[in-house]
């Protein structure tokens, strides 16, 4: 245990890159989980963590990459757990959906602080706060060099922020999805959480994740990967300069490709 336990720490350490190096994606999508904007809270936005995170964003865009974000909603939604028991599950979906836009606005505040142009298309219409996600729009957006935050997932129940990802991922035509977890550096055998001798995985094939169940995205999100030969780097968000380096070409995480 104590050789992995030295291995996972290695994984988690900030990422050496070379100061001149050149990026290796023209277009990638930042899939953000809500967790990953918590902090050390319970549940909620810390600012703290949402400046450290723009600030992540704000590093690759000034290296010239366009980047798009799919924001979730598992740190205001889990709160509201309790109240979803029992519930109907679109109108669930609906309020994760809401929850969305609120990371979404937080995230985007935190990005304009940080001098980055910022614009939030959502799948449900809320003209006051949100643009409308037209495609067209969007891809114009990130030619112009403004971050694009998609929110509210794909607008319809019963759908994941993994599969809006994968779905926007593949309308925008970006090169990889960056798949950002909260306290895991990658792809286990197991829940490393859970299962203490779980394997790390570097490397897998899409169709490897969804045989063998491995917690990487949702499997319609992952089946539409699969099919549009979309590559997902699954990595730790925690680890600052994690998203700059895999940008640089650095191997940091999982990535799931084809064979």
């Known amino acids: 245990m104590a050789g992995a336990d030295a291995q996972s720490a290695e994984r988690r350490a900030i990422p050496l890159v070379a100061a001149d190096a050149k990026p290796v994606f023209r277009r990638v999508l930042l899939k953000l989980s809500g967790e990953a904007l918590m902090g050390n809270l319970d549940y909620g936005t810390d600012p703290e963590r949402l400046r450290v995170v723009a600030g992540e964003i704000a590093d690759v865009q000034d290296r010239g990459v366009e980047i798009a974000v799919v924001v979730g909603a598992g740190n205001i939604y889990r709160g509201m757990a309790g109240a979803a028991a029992g519930m109907d599950r679109a109108v669930a979906d609906y309020m994760g959906m809401l929850a969305t836009v609120l990371n979404a606005l937080a995230l985007q505040d935190a990005l304009e602080r940080a001098g980055v142009h910022t614009r939030v298309q959502?799948?449900?219409?809320?003209?006051?706060?949100?643009?409308?996600?037209?495609?067209?729009?969007?891809?114009?957006?990130?030619?112009?060099?403004?971050?694009?935050?998609?929110?509210?997932?794909?607008?319809?129940?019963?759908?994941?922020?993994?599969?809006?990802?994968?779905?926007?991922?593949?309308?925008?035509?970006?090169?990889?999805?960056?798949?950002?977890?909260?306290?895991?550096?990658?792809?286990?055998?197991?829940?490393?959480?859970?299962?203490?001798?779980?394997?790390?995985?570097?490397?897998?094939?899409?169709?490897?994740?969804?045989?063998?169940?491995?917690?990487?995205?949702?499997?319609?999100?992952?089946?539409?990967?699969?099919?549009?030969?979309?590559?997902?780097?699954?990595?730790?968000?925690?680890?600052?300069?994690?998203?700059?380096?895999?940008?640089?070409?650095?191997?940091?995480?999982?990535?799931?490709?084809?064979?």
């Open 122 to 259: 959502s799948a449900l219409s809320i003209p006051e706060v949100a643009e409308p996600y037209i495609l067209r729009r969007a891809m114009r957006h990130l030619e112009k060099q403004r971050v694009v935050i998609f929110a509210a997932g794909t607008g319809n129940p019963h759908f994941t922020t993994d599969t809006a990802a994968a779905l926007r991922a593949t309308e925008i035509h970006a090169e990889v999805i960056l798949m950002a977890k909260h306290g895991v550096d990658g792809v286990y055998s197991a829940d490393p959480n859970v299962v203490l001798d779980a394997e790390f995985i570097p490397r897998l094939t899409h169709m490897d994740a969804i045989q063998r169940e491995l917690r990487v995205m949702d499997s319609t999100a992952l089946t539409l990967c699969m099919e549009n030969d979309l590559p997902i780097n699954v990595f730790d968000m925690d680890t600052e300069g994690n998203v700059l380096a895999i940008v640089l070409g650095a191997k940091v995480g999982t990535l799931v490709a084809s064979a």
